[in-house]
């Protein structure tokens, strides 16, 4: 039996906090994940679903870009999120054009993220005309002319922005940049501009490609294993599989993160006995709870020690023929952390002089080493510094290249990476785009499009009027809320192709469009017959995904339809380029995939391998760096950065709740950190809560502090935040997002990667005199 939406919204007063877990997984997850699939989808079809999630003649999972692995896979091969974000996408609810009659735009507007998504599946295109009150049925037609009416009146085709989620398939993507490109402009914002990006402007100067070096083999052959600004037990949980399988064979894990999440510490795994009833395997050997934006400093120091420690020893620490053979800049760098200021390393971390040596030491005597990341280290105004600190040290120590190291930055989105592969940004080399041109005969801009950043700031200063999504929420994904939600209100058009109702369809253009389209666990059937879509995973592995589901409803169109469809209205029936070809057999998408991105060669054939294949990596596969300017791995001098805070003020990060992924709010619980029926918390250390003069569980407003805001807005406001004395880093808050996004000032990114700092907001918690400590 499939329960109803819930018909009233979030209430925050009801919420209520327990002690934080101190494992993860466990019977509570098999349970939770059982009990979202039936409430969802009912016994039968959870049962089905979940049958073919991350199988391999079944589908990609939604959630997040881990691996699956190689040969045999498990029965259950997917964790509690990938299960939640398979229940939210094959739900039997349904939001219809009754539901649209039902519930005016001004109604909906008022609802949470969290209830919007509960409603279910989109079954219709649907129109919100200039000034109408509620969204009415379209056809696909009349859809198609409408944008592509919207686009030819634009006095420019840099006018319009396309986004891109990571859940794109690698054919939709390839063919919406082609689209957006033959249309006219390089302007293909994703969410990866959000995420990412400091990882891909970092490695792609040290190591001449923006993506990690390991494989999932790798991380089973690791000596030690280092968890920088990363959760794993929330974002990518079957990593944490991974993690117990290397430690089964003996390999050290550090754990390096502002809070001690369940994940890090213990993992009881669903798969085996001893998992579900026994204690579970202790993960982190070394927990280092480091301060925000402190993780540069570590690596310098660690670069320091282990120079200091070859000095002593010489030939004991550096990896001396690779750093002679292999690299550049080495002298520079070993000069640049020669004379370490402890005391600024010791400020930015947190962390003391013998704990940094006692993680040194571990990188010292380890023989394969493997350092993973996430957004803790890449949404800081220093991330791209950050990284290439942390390669610095993986060349000291020759860890790039060999099996059971590397570098790892573990991807959020499924696809994400493979959107970037297809043609995603909006700064493609010339190779790509000139091997465009060759292939359709078109010709493409060479002018950089707009980021995300960039691409708010076009729509705010009327320099955009066409917004157009594949996927993704950008209203709640994106920083500085309030500006984000203006600047898309000033579109003449907004339209989101989605596969159920999110912040982005409330906050819209004069004229604003929803185009439903099936989902990775549906059937995709066109003239040419039933259909897959490929993917790569974030260690750049390609393989299929093939939905079975019957889709939500006969209406729906496939991400690839809506493309091809949206191009034929743009260009007519005499474009270069054979859309409704495309539309009816994907193999033709491929064919040209092949031919056109490097490393796709026999495409179609290589992915029909029972595990698809692995895109070549010269750095991982034959230590040769023939992708940065001189050929070689680049050691970089950083300048320290130590955030500094003023006092009575706390270093604020954005984080999600167990109960989401990324902007799709499954549920109400963090259970890991103890919250249950409510997200308007922010966790502070108990020192720095009686030092503020605050109390445990008193509401306040949270007011972000950014005096170098270009526009003259110095403050920000986010309302009513509960504050929960938590065991997190001195000085240090978090807060989940979306709801603290609007805290993001806009014009603070990352240096390089114009990544919004996401991570490093400065605040002052203010008490409300409507709610006393
Ligand atoms: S680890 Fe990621 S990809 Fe795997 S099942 Fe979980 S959410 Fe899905």
Sequence with gaps: MVSKPPDRDVAEDELSVTTPKQWAAGIPGVVVSLRRGVEQMGVGRTARTLRLLNQREGFDCPGCAWPEPQGHRKLAEFCENGAKAVAEEATKRRVGPEFFAAHPIAELAERTDYWLGQQGRITH??????????????SWADAFDLVATELRAL?????????????????AAFLYQLLVRGFGTNNLPDCSNMCHESSGAALAQTTGIGKGSVSLADLTLADLIVVV????????????????????????????NPLPEAGLLRFKNPQNVRGLVGKGTALADEFCQIRLGGDQALFQAIGHLLLRWEAQAPGTVVDQDFVDTRTEGFADYAESVRDLDWDAVLTATGLDRAEIEQVARMFADSERTIVCWAMGLTQHKHSVP????IANVALLRGMIGKPGAGLCPVRGHSNVQGDRTMGIWEKMPEKFLAALETEFGIAVPRKHGHDTVAAIRAM??????????????????????????????????????STKLNRSHVVHGRTALILPTRGRTERDTQAGGDQFVTVEDSMSVVHRSRGRLDPASEHLVSEVGIVCGLAQALFGPDHPVPWADFARDYDLIRERIARVVPGCADYNEKVRRPDGFVLPHAPRDAREFSGTRNGKANFTANPLTVPRVPPGRLLLQTLRSHDQYNTTIYGLDDRYRGVKDGRRVVFVSPDDIAELGLADGQIVDLVSEWPEDPTGRHERRAERFRVISYPTARGCAAAYFPEANSLVPLDSTAETSNTPTSKSIVVRLESRVDSPP
């Design 125 to 138: 295109p649907v129109v919100l005309a200039p000034g109408a009150t509620h969204y009415a049925p379209i």
């Design 155 to 171: 006095s420019t085709p840099d006018e319009a922005l396309f986004y891109t989620s990571g859940r794109t398939s690698n054919e």
């Design 229 to 256: 600004g990363q959760n794993p037990g929330t974002n990518h949980p079957r990593m944490l599989s991974a993690l117990e399988e290397a430690k089964g064979a003996g390999a050290k894990i550090i754990a390096v």
């Design 386 to 389: 950050t990284i290439r600190e």
């Design 460 to 497: 705010r200063d009327g320099q955009a009027k066409v917004f157009f999504a594949v996927g993704g929420n950008f209203a709640s994904a994106s920083p500085d809320t309030e500006v984000t939600e203006a600047a898309l209100r000033s579109c003449a058009l907004t339209v989101q192709v």
